[in-house]
């Protein structure tokens, strides 16, 4: 199975960059589908981006403009490149991923945690104005 490792969360002003990272290792040759969730104190996991297996994206609302997922396939590494943060981004950010392929927007179906069964324990993003 696939294990997923997030890191470069932190504390960062309102108007500033983070560039997440999820390094998958274990069997990853035929992981297709690809995403990034959030979780913010007191609400459900939420959808910020995905990648499909083409290279196809789709990203929430919020983040539209500010946020763009990218994967490094030769060193098997999701990254999420967050600009222009607000303090509704605040949260802990996941990677999931799955091995049937996905469309981008699957990303934002409900039951998250049944379309990509495979998760990283989180890492934490705290925006302050």
């Known amino acids: ?29 035929d992981v297709y589908s690809m995403a990034w969730f959030r979780q913010a104190p007191g ?17 929430a609302e919020s983040v539209k403009g500010r946020f763009t997922i990218s994967k490094d396939n030769a060193k098997n590494i999701l990254y999420l490149q967050m600009n222009t943060l607000k303090p509704e981004d605040t949260g802990i950010y996941y990677c999931a991923a799955d091995y049937i ?17 495979y998760w990283g324990q989180g890492t934490q993003v705290t925006v302050f104005s």
């Open 1 to 29: 199975e696939v294990q997923l490792l997030e890191s470069g969360g932190g504390s960062v002003q309102a108007g500033g960059s983070l560039r997440l990272s999820c390094a998958a290792s274990g069997r990853t040759y």
């Open 101 to 117: 392929v996905h469309t981008a927007t699957m990303v934002h179906w409900p039951e998250p945690r049944v379309n990509f069964p």
């Open 43 to 59: 609400a459900e996991l939420e959808g910020v981006a995905g990648l499909d297996s083409d290279g196809g994206t789709s990203y």
